[in-house]
């Protein structure tokens, strides 16, 4: 887009979920991080809209997404049109719908890993990096992206803002716990404004060493420091976008409920599906399905939001216990209250571990589901899809489909499940060892 159309100041305006700031424009908060109290940004409930007009089924992914961002970030509708239409171009070797809707029985499975590095985190980033570039040209500025990946954040992040003139990206995964095919994505680009470093450690020790960088609001400003994973409001709204333009393709009429299954760690991607829902969206139920890193389940299901010790699993992406997410959930569930928000995470942050109150956990539940499951059941799962249907299944989709098979008490008018080559979100071929060890011996060819 030309860097003569600048951006008004964007309707809705901003605070954080802990309410120190508010009246935030949107330039400001996707330039940015954590906020300044420690909470995230988030919509003041009373600027947002409760619709986005003129959706119909005929529309592209592109012109959804555009008509979400247009409120939300004060850009003209046409040039978020030309973002999104970009940012999409190579999805689906560019053929479209760029999201592969594919029926399955009474199921629907929307293939959200057919971006360029095969990961659904190629939706949000391909469009929050030109929304970084559109707002830095503008201004004539340059940003610093720092970011941490538990293994397709990275090479989506890395792949969105190579060779970007405005933008240089650090990147931090930690050693022998992201796949091989994902680690090559990130450490065999060769663009000078990409810096990949590989940390000792797990996902949530570089999570809280990020989070005192953001804290500091000198060297953020000094450095122009903002992030690209889910921490950014941007990447939740962007994947609102998918949520509300899958409910266009299975309930135009708005007359039944889409139910959605979604494989979550930090919690990004079921928050897209909650703002989705409170933008008009045909949403119903969403299953949050985690590995052993079950944080967000015992919060769902009992309202126990307590830190434990992260384990390594089959399914790296999903090796979260700081869920940082949820923290929005709170916000939205509890009426914008942030004063119950700050109180809440202050107690998790001191004794790491508290307990939602009743009310609030029963507007969590009002919407959310979840489940866990463990790496067995992950690979039995990988191995039964393998067996009867030839279809190699990533350990992360594998956790949804086991969830979309066992979760008590949720039979849907129609579930859609979130896949990347049947994937729900992350691509088999990047994870090519443990597909193999779950499909040895079926029958057909394993990756």
Same mark, same amino acid.
């Given at each position: 887009?030309?860097?003569?159309?600048?951006?008004?100041?964007?309707?809705?305006?901003?605070?954080?979920?802990?309410?120190?700031?508010?009246?935030?424009?949107?330039?400001?908060?996707?330039?940015?991080a954590?906020?300044?109290?420690?909470?995230?940004?988030?919509?003041?409930?009373?600027?947002?809209?409760n619709?986005?007009?003129?959706l119909?089924?005929?529309?592209?992914?592109?012109?959804?997404t555009?008509?979400?961002?247009e409120?939300?970030?004060?850009?003209?509708?046409?040039?978020?049109?030309?973002?999104?239409?970009?940012?999409?171009?190579?999805?689906?070797?560019?053929?479209?719908p760029?999201?592969?809707?594919?029926?399955?029985?009474?199921?629907?499975?929307?293939?959200?890993?057919?971006?360029?590095?095969?990961?659904?985190?190629?939706i949000?980033?391909?469009?929050?990096?030109?929304?970084?570039?559109?707002?830095?040209?503008?201004r004539?500025?340059?940003?610093?992206?720092?970011?941490?990946?538990?293994?397709?954040?990275?090479?989506?992040?890395?792949?969105?803002?190579?060779?970007?003139?405005?933008?240089?990206?650090?990147?931090?995964?930690p050693?022998?716990?992201?796949?091989?095919?994902?680690?090559?994505?990130?450490?065999?680009?060769d663009?000078?404004?990409?810096?990949?470093?590989?940390?000792?450690?797990?996902?949530?020790?570089?999570?809280?060493?990020?989070?005192?960088?953001?804290?500091?609001?000198?060297?953020?400003?000094?450095?122009?420091?903002?992030?690209?994973?889910?921490?950014?409001?941007?990447?939740?709204?962007?994947?609102?976008?998918?949520?509300?333009?899958?409910?266009?393709?299975?309930?135009?009429?708005?007359?039944?409920?889409?139910?959605?299954?979604?494989?979550?760690?930090?919690?990004?991607?079921?928050?897209?599906?909650?703002?989705?829902?409170?933008?008009?969206?045909?949403?119903?139920?969403?299953?949050?399905?985690? &590995?052993?890193?079950?944080?967000?389940h015992?919060?769902?299901?009992?309202?126990?939001?307590?830190?434990?010790? &992260?384990?390594?699993?089959?399914?790296?992406?999903?090796?979260?216990?700081?869920?940082?997410?949820?923290?929005?959930?709170?916000?939205?569930?509890?009426?914008?209250?942030?004063?119950?928000?700050?109180?809440?995470?202050?107690?998790?942050?001191?004794?790491?571990?508290?307990?939602?109150?009743?009310?609030?956990?029963?507007?969590?539940?009002?919407?959310?589901?979840?489940?866990?499951?463990?790496?067995?059941?992950?690979?039995?799962?990988?191995?039964e899809?393998?067996?009867?249907?030839?279809?190699?299944?990533?350990?992360?989709?594998?956790?949804?489909?086991?969830?979309?098979?066992?979760?008590?008490?949720?039979?849907?008018?129609?579930?859609?499940?979130?896949?990347?080559?049947?994937?729900?979100?992350?691509?088999?071929?990047?994870?090519?060892?443990?597909?193999?060890?779950?499909?040895?011996?079926?029958?057909?060819?394993?990756?």
């Amino acid at each position: 887009p030309s860097v003569a159309a600048a951006a008004m100041p964007s309707r809705v305006r901003y605070q954080s979920t802990r309410g120190g700031v508010h009246g935030l424009d949107f330039s400001d908060i996707l330039l940015s991080a954590y906020a300044p109290d420690g909470g995230l940004f988030v919509p003041e409930l009373s600027t947002m809209p409760n619709h986005i007009a003129g959706l119909h089924p005929g529309m592209t992914l592109a012109q959804v997404t555009a008509r979400v961002l247009e409120p939300f970030t004060g850009i003209a509708l046409a040039d978020c049109e030309e973002i999104c239409a970009a940012a999409f171009l190579s999805f689906n070797n560019g053929l479209e719908p760029a999201l592969p809707l594919v029926r399955a029985g009474r199921r629907l499975l929307l293939e959200t890993g057919a971006g360029p590095t095969l990961a659904f985190k190629d939706i949000g980033q391909q469009v929050v990096a030109r929304l970084l570039n559109h707002v830095l040209g503008g201004r004539g500025e340059r940003a610093t992206i720092v970011v941490e990946t538990s293994g397709d954040t990275g090479p989506a992040a890395i792949e969105a803002v190579r060779g970007c003139e405005a933008v240089r990206i650090f990147c931090l995964y930690p050693e022998g716990r992201v796949s091989r095919v994902q680690e090559l994505q990130m450490v065999t680009v060769d663009s000078p404004n990409v810096f990949v470093y590989r940390t000792e450690g797990d996902t949530d020790e570089q999570a809280e060493a990020l989070k005192r960088v953001f804290e500091d609001a000198a060297f953020m400003r000094r450095h122009s420091v903002c992030s690209i994973n889910s921490i950014n409001w941007a990447r939740v709204l962007v994947q609102a976008g998918y949520y509300l333009w899958a409910c266009q393709q299975v309930s135009p009429a708005s007359d039944r409920p889409v139910h959605f299954v979604v494989p979550t760690g930090a919690f990004g991607n079921a928050a897209g599906g909650l703002l989705a829902k409170r933008l008009g969206g045909a949403v119903g139920r969403i299953v949050c399905a985690t &590995n052993s890193n079950d944080i967000v389940h015992r919060t769902i299901s009992r309202g126990d939001m307590s830190m434990r010790a &992260n384990q390594q699993t089959v399914s790296p992406a999903m090796d979260i216990q700081f869920a940082y997410n949820v923290e929005r959930l709170l916000y939205f569930c509890s009426g914008g209250d942030a004063t119950a928000v700050a109180a809440l995470m202050a107690t998790l942050e001191a004794d790491r571990a508290v307990a939602l109150p009743p009310p609030l956990l029963h507007a969590v539940q009002d919407t959310f589901v979840s489940c866990a499951v463990s790496d067995a059941q992950t690979l039995q799962t990988m191995r039964e899809v393998w067996a009867a249907d030839g279809y190699a299944l990533d350990p992360h989709s594998a956790i949804g489909v086991h969830a979309l098979r066992t979760t008590p008490g949720t039979e849907p008018t129609l579930w859609i499940r979130y896949s990347g080559g049947m994937g729900l979100g992350v691509h088999a071929l990047d994870h090519v060892e443990s597909v193999r060890a779950a499909c040895e011996g079926g029958r057909g060819v394993c990756v």
